[in-house]
């Protein structure tokens, strides 16, 4: 094994390879199985990365992918365990190929949706204040 294949895999950092016609995984890393929360080999025997999310997103990611060469795209992925994740993704396509740095933003994301919520109940008790 070489340089780049060690830090490929021992990196904490997400990257995957996947086919563009069937989203399997060629290449993808320990980090990657972690987010998803399942093995490595389960993830390149099991899972391929268009189940992960809807289809039309799929399409979306692969035209830009066509047009630009690179994306950069959050998406929301559907997890076969019933968990949903929020990731950032940075994307490449190499030939049919379509290499993937991810990252976990879930935790940021029901961050934002809790100050917003907060934000709109301080909005409505302060027009109910206006009010009186």
Known sequence: ??????FFRE??????????GTGKFVLANQALANI???TLEDLKENYL????????????LIRELNEKGVADQ????????GK????????????????????DISVMSELQDKQQKMS????SRLKS???V
């Open 120 to 123: 709109e109940e301080i909005d």
């Open 74 to 81: 959050t998406l929301e992925l559907h997890i076969p365990n």
């Open 11 to 20: 990196s904490t950092v997400a990257f995957c390879r996947t086919e563009v």
């Open 49 to 60: 990365s268009s189940d992960l999310y809807p289809q039309e997103v799929r399409q979306d």
């Open 36 to 38: 998803l929360g399942c």
């Open 84 to 103: 949903h994740l929020w990731i950032m993704g940075h994307f490449r396509l190499d030939g049919d190929f379509i290499d993937c740095v991810l990252s």
């Open 1 to 6: 094994m070489d340089h780049q294949e060690d």
């Open 129 to 131: 204040y206006d009010k």
